[in-house]
């Protein structure tokens, strides 16, 4: 079993929908959950951090974290076009300097 | 905000040579970090380090060394460059985890073996 996964295809979402992205963890002692966004060619950029369960908002952007079900995920509201990127989910332990990364999932806003 | 300077965006080299990549941070972390990222594989970790002269093997280290003299410069080295080494490098820097901190991602090097 992966330590992160992120199984979803590439997700085309209209303009103005929600994008959901959904990321599982195997390591029950994870403590940090991170949303990096990475737009072709270049490198992740951290949009979001969440430590405790439930919900955290930051502008379109909500993550929501569940260590019951060692899943995290990640909504974009109202959609744009400049959302258009692959979204990195990333675990964390305490303790353990390294984070764990999914492969993952290409968001393709369509105006 | 946290700076994570990569010396070069784009390198090309020659099968055999020796490289090195150069990354510098600005925020005093314990913490550096390289991957490389290919399509379809996602970011695999080379190295790290967690303070001065101290590092550990990431997932792939085969073929590469790291160096870190000082606490804001980590180096990796490509002992002889070989084709399948052409890939993005990216650096990343991170306060101690127990801190719960995130990393932080230089702009990348996007490496070319000839």
Known sequence: QKEVEQNSGPLSVPEGAIASLNCTYSDRVSQSFFWYRQYSGKSPELIMSIYSNGDKEDGRFTAQLNKASQYVSLLIRDSQPSDSATYLCAVGRRGNNRLAFGKGNQVVVIP | ?114
């Open chain 2, 1 to 114: 905000d946290v700076k994570v300077t990569q010396s070069s965006r784009y390198l090309v080299k020659r099968t055999g040579e020796k490289v090195f990549l150069e990354c510098v941070q600005d925020m005093d972390h314990e913490n550096m970090f390289w991957y490389r990222q290919d399509p379809g594989l996602g970011l695999r970790l080379i190295y790290f380090s967690y303070d001065v002269k101290m590092k550990e093997k990431g997932d792939i280290p085969e073929g590469y060394s790291v160096s870190r003299e000082k606490k804001e410069r980590f180096s990796l080295i490509l002992e002889s460059a070989s084709t399948n080494q052409t890939s993005m490098y990216l650096c990343a820097s991170s306060q101690p985890q127990e801190l719960n901190q995130p990393q932080h991602f230089g702009d990348g090097t996007r490496l070319s073996i000839l």
